[in-house]
């Protein structure tokens, strides 16, 4: 099997949790599978400030970005600007034409911005702090040609987007089961200690029971 290598763009504010959850498994997943690989990004090379002061240092930049097979984008508080950003922009639709492009958190809301979520389901962080919007509704405001939907993962086929916070680490593994075998993804949800609920990327806390996250 030819190798899979992740591309991850971080920019200033994305929340340390992000990264954690999808570059972070993703260095776990080398463990079991030495054919992964992941690539940090970002629009200049160079240090990233992280929200609450974290640093990380990203070596390439989108102008000179290593060929991958799937670009990850990731939430935080600077989406609303990100979401606008033409450089930005411009490197995930230029991705898109050529690989899987996946989104964490409110990072969907920036594909959103690049108009690769028009006519699909998609999903996004589905809780805020008391008084404020949820980014799941602020998708459906700020973008009516989107479906949102509450889900852990919806996978559009070339599109992939993925629920708040902590259920990156199901996106993540979502993609590693897709392009590296479901025994790869149970593997290092099991040495990660991640209770993972498998590829299926809806839930209904309704009943409990999982349901088709159909795009």
């Not at 992740?6 to 949790?17: G, W």
């Not at 939430?75 to 034409?97: C, H, M, Y």
């Not at 989104?103 to 389901?121: E, H, P, R, Y």
């Not at 199901?170 to 949800?189: N, S």
Request: with cysteine.
């Amino acid at each position: 099997m030819p190798n899979t290598t992740f591309i991850i763009h971080a920019y200033d504010d994305v929340e340390p949790i992000d990264i954690g959850a999808t570059f972070g498994v993703l260095s776990m997943a080398k463990r079991v599978d030495p054919g992964i690989g992941m690539i940090l990004v970002a629009n200049k090379a160079g240090p990233v400030r992280l929200s609450n002061g974290l640093e990380i240092i990203a070596p390439y930049s989108v102008a000179n970005c290593p060929a991958g097979d799937v670009l990850m984008i990731l939430g935080g508080a600077a989406w609303p600007q990100v979401s606008k950003d033409e450089q930005t922009l411009d490197f995930i639709r230029s991705f898109a034409r050529k690989g899987i492009v996946a989104s964490v958190c409110t990072g969907a809301l920036i594909l959103a911005g690049a108009g690769l979520l028009d006519g699909k389901n998609a999903t996004t962080r589905r809780f805020a702090p008391a008084g404020t919007e949820t980014p799941l509704a602020l998708m459906s405001k700020l973008y009516p040609g989107v479906k949102g939907t509450e889900a852990r993962f919806v996978d559009s086929g070339a599109v992939v987007t993925g629920g708040g916070v902590v259920l990156a680490v199901d996106t993540t593994l979502h993609l590693i089961a897709r392009l590296r075998g479901a025994d790869v993804a149970k593997e290092v949800a099991r040495i990660i200690e991640y209770p993972w609920s498998g590829n299926d990327g809806a839930f209904s806390e309704a009943t409990g029971a999982l349901k088709t996250a159909a795009a």
